[in-house]
C-alpha cells in the first residue's frame, strides 16, 4: 500500500479564465479501486492527464506508483493483436496473457487478427487485459463501457470487481455498484472521497442535500424573522426617544433619563437581533455549494394520427453478402418506450436507420406511417463544431428552448460561447439530445444515447421520459436505465 497525495492543486488550461481546480488537496491509497464521479465538464480526463503529467500546474502531486492510462493510443491498428499488445508493454509473459483473456471470455485467436478487424468490445477487453499485466501501476480506466454490449459490461464489471489499484471513470451505476470500494467525486466547488460504492455514495449526497435544503428554509425562515423584529424594535427606540423632549398626555415633565434608558434597551435589542442575523446569514452562505442542480425538463411531442407508428414483419438486413439480423418482428405503438437490446453487431443501429429511411438492404416488410417525423440521434458526435446559435439556426430549432435544456443540463452560459469541438464527450452528446428534444417529432429514436453523459443528467433524462411518455425506439447499454424506462424489450 502507498499514498498518490495532492496537495494545493490549482489547474487551469492556457487561455481560460476559469479554473477546473483550485486549491484542492485529497489522498488516494493505490489498493483502492476508485470510482471516480461528476457532472460532464469538471475535469475527471484532466485529472488523470495531471497524473500523467501531461499539463503544468501549481501545488503538489507524489506518488511512489507510475501510472498507465486506458484506452490505450493504438499506433498501428493493421498489426496483429499479439504484436498491438507487445507495443503496448514489450516485457508481457505469454501465461499471464492468456490468464487475462480467459478472465474476459476472450479466444486466444484474437491475438492472431489484425487489431482493427476486432470489434469495439474486443478492443477494449483486450486493452484492458494487456493494462493489468503491468506491476507496480496505479490504472486510469476513462470510460470502458462506452463501446460494450450489455453482456459485455456484466463481464467486465465482474473481471474489476477481482483487481484493485485503479480509478475508475464511468457513468453506468450497475457497472461501478460491482466494482468499486471507494467513490472520489468532483462537486461544484471541492473535491470529495467516500467509502463505499457508488449506490452508498448517491445514497449520503441526497441525505447531505436534504438536510442542506431543509436547513437552507429554516434559516430563510430565521433571517425573515429576526430582520422583521430588528425593524420594529428600532423603530420602537426611535419613538421612546423621540418622547424624552415632549410630555406625557397628563402634562406632567417627562423622565428623561428613563426613557433614554428604556430607548438605549430596545436599540441594544435591535442591534443583538441584527447580530443573529448576520450569524444566520453566515451560516446559510455555506450550505446548497454542492447540491446539483437538476431541474425537470419539459417537452411536448407531437401526437400522431394513428396508434400505430411503425411495424417490422420478418425483417433481414444485408451489409454485401453478410446478414446483420433476420426474421425481426415488431411494432411501435404510440406511447410505447422500446429498448432494443443485443449484443454488439446484432444490427440495432441498422433497424434504427431502416426506421429512419435510410437506404439498408433488406428483405420482409417495413411500414412507417405517413408523415410520421422521427428525431433521431445517432452515436456519433464527431461533426459538431462552431457555436451553438449557429448549430440552433442551422437545424431550425428554438434557440432560447435549446439553450434552456442545455443549462437543465449543467451547461455554464460561458459553455455557450465556445466552439462544440472543444466540448467533452458528454457534453457533445448533451447537445444532440438537446437537439432532438426540441425538435417537433412523432417518435423519437436514440442511438445509444448516454454515451459518456454523467449520472445526474441520465437521472435526469430518465425523469424527462417517465413524466413526457414520450414514444420511443432506443438502444442503450445502461442496465439500470432500461430498466425504469423501457415499456417494451425487443431482443435481436
Not at 289 to 307: D, R, Y
Not at 323 to 330: A, L
Not at 333 to 341: C, K, P, T, V
Request: net charge negative; aromatic share 10%; charged share 30%.
Amino acid at each position: 500500500m502507498s499514498l498518490i497525495k495532492v496537495t494545493n492543486l490549482t489547474f487551469a488550461y492556457d487561455g481560460s479564465y476559469d479554473n477546473i481546480f483550485e486549491d484542492v488537496s485529497f489522498q488516494i491509497d493505490t489498493d483502492w479501486k476508485l470510482g471516480f464521479t461528476g457532472r460532464n465538464g469538471r475535469g475527471k480526463t484532466t485529472f488523470m492527464n495531471l497524473l500523467q503529467g501531461k499539463y503544468e500546474y501549481s501545488g503538489h502531486i507524489s506518488a511512489d506508483v507510475g501510472f498507465e492510462y486506458f484506452p490505450f493510443h493504438i499506433n498501428h491498428p493493421e498489426y496483429l493483436t499479439l504484436d498491438v499488445v507487445r507495443e503496448i508493454f514489450p516485457d508481457y509473459v505469454n501465461w499471464e496473457l492468456m490468464r487475462e483473456l480467459n478472465l474476459l471470455k476472450v479466444s486466444e485467436d484474437v491475438l492472431y487478427r489484425p487489431f482493427e478487424s476486432l470489434s469495439n468490445g474486443e478492443q477494449t477487453k483486450v486493452m484492458l487485459a494487456a493494462l493489468f499485466l503491468k506491476e507496480n501501476r496505479f490504472l486510469l480506466i476513462d470510460e470502458p463501457t462506452n463501446h460494450l454490449d450489455m453482456k459485455g459490461r456484466r463481464l467486465v464489471s465482474d473481471y474489476l470487481a477481482g483487481k484493485s489499484g485503479f480509478i475508475l471513470v464511468s457513468h453506468d451505476r450497475a457497472f461501478l455498484d460491482n466494482c468499486v470500494d471507494h467513490i472520489l467525486s468532483i462537486n461544484r466547488t471541492n473535491i470529495e472521497i467516500q467509502k463505499g460504492n457508488f449506490s452508498d455514495w448517491l445514497e449520503n449526497k441526497q441525505l447531505q442535500d436534504n438536510y442542506e435544503l431543509a436547513e437552507n428554509d429554516k434559516l430563510k425562515k430565521d433571517i425573515k424573522r429576526l430582520s422583521e423584529a430588528a425593524k420594529r424594535t428600532n423603530n420602537w427606540s426611535h419613538e421612546v426617544e423621540k418622547t424624552k423632549n415632549g410630555t406625557r398626555n397628563s402634562g406632567s415633565k417627562v423622565d428623561k433619563g428613563y426613557i433614554g434608558h428604556k430607548a438605549a434597551k430596545m436599540m441594544k435589542r435591535s442591534k443583538s437581533m441584527e447580530q443573529r442575523q448576520q450569524s444566520a446569514i453566515e451560516e446559510k452562505s455555506k450550505l446548497l455549494k454542492n447540491i446539483e442542480t437538476s431541474e425537470s425538463l419539459k417537452i411536448t411531442q407531437l401526437a400522431f394520427h394513428n396508434s400505430r407508428l411503425a411495424q417490422l414483419e420478418h425483417v433481414s438486413i444485408f451489409y454485401g453478402e453478410k446478414t446483420v439480423c433476420e426474421d425481426i418482428s415488431f411494432t411501435i405503438e404510440q406511447g410505447e418506450r422500446i429498448a432494443l437490446s443485443g449484443k454488439n453487431g446484432s444490427g440495432k443501429s441498422s433497424i434504427m436507420k431502416l426506421i429512419c429511411g435510410e437506404d439498408i438492404s433488406y428483405t420482409g416488410t417495413v411500414r412507417v406511417g405517413s408523415k410520421l417525423k422521427i428525431s433521431y440521434v445517432n452515436q456519433d458526435t464527431s461533426h459538431l463544431q462552431g457555436n451553438l446559435t449557429d448549430y440552433a439556426r442551422g437545424e431550425g430549432i428554438d434557440e432560447s428552448l435549446f439553450k434552456a435544456i442545455l443549462r437543465k443540463l449543467d451547461f455554464s452560459r460561458i459553455q455557450f460561447e465556445k466552439d462544440m469541438a472543444a466540448f467533452s464527450g458528454g457534453q457533445k452528446k448533451k447537445v444532440l439530445i438537446a437537439k432532438s428534444l426540441c425538435e417537433q417529432a412523432h417518435l423519437l429514436v436514440w442511438d445509444e444515447p448516454l454515451n459518456f453523459i454523467d449520472v445526474i443528467s441520465r437521472m435526469q433524462i430518465e425523469e424527462l421520459l417517465l413524466q413526457y411518455a414520450p414514444t420511443i425506439l432506443f438502444v442503450e447499454h445502461d442496465r439500470e436505465f432500461c430498466d425504469h424506462i423501457a415499456t417494451k424489450v425487443v431482443e435481436l
